[in-house]
């Protein structure tokens, strides 16, 4: 499961969580809006509720309202089940070194760098060579959030921590631990992957 897959997930699980508060609490005996149910919502604040005699939707006062109550214990427990899981389900590569067939975390990969007919897996804490090309490599693994910056080398997205722009029109680009790597001008439109939002830097990696 990718990162921003988890993210959609915990989005996904405080809207529900926030819109079955809102249902709980809207059904209460006492409330003036008895009778009323709620036909669409735009958010916690604004509702457009169908009236039983007139079968019209109209906007309701939102001081007649009840309180919305949300409890955040319950809220944290759901995201950390959702991270339990996302961690139990994060996407990991099986490669053959030295007879032996290793499982590991795609997360824990920070490059993949050609080596002649093998491919050295820069992973934390040690690297693996396997023997496979780069292309293949780099077309197995961007679905999973690699890019690819030159043409021997691969790396994970979620590594990068700094780019930096050269003079020569290419880049220096800085993962975790403190590798630096070259990002040529045939691949640098690939940097725009890095980042969901670019701000004050609109003709980066243009």
Known sequence: MSTREIQDQKAIAREMFVQQAAHA???VSD???RGATICSTKSRREYT???TADEFCKAADTSLLPVIGVDAAN???VLRQLEVIAKRQAPRIAVKVKGSILLLDLADILAVQA???YVSLRHRP???LVRESLSSMAKKLK???FIRIHRSVVVNISAVEEIQPLSTGEYRLRVKGGKEYLVTRTYKHNLRDLAQLWVGSER???
């Open 25 to 27: 609490n809207a059904d």
């Open 31 to 33: 409330s003036p809006l």
């Open 49 to 51: 509720l169908e009236s």
């Open 75 to 77: 809220l944290m427990r």
């Open 115 to 117: 080596e002649g007919n």
């Open 126 to 128: 040690n690297p693996y």
């Open 143 to 145: 679905p999973y959030g």
């Open 204 to 206: 980066l990696c243009g």
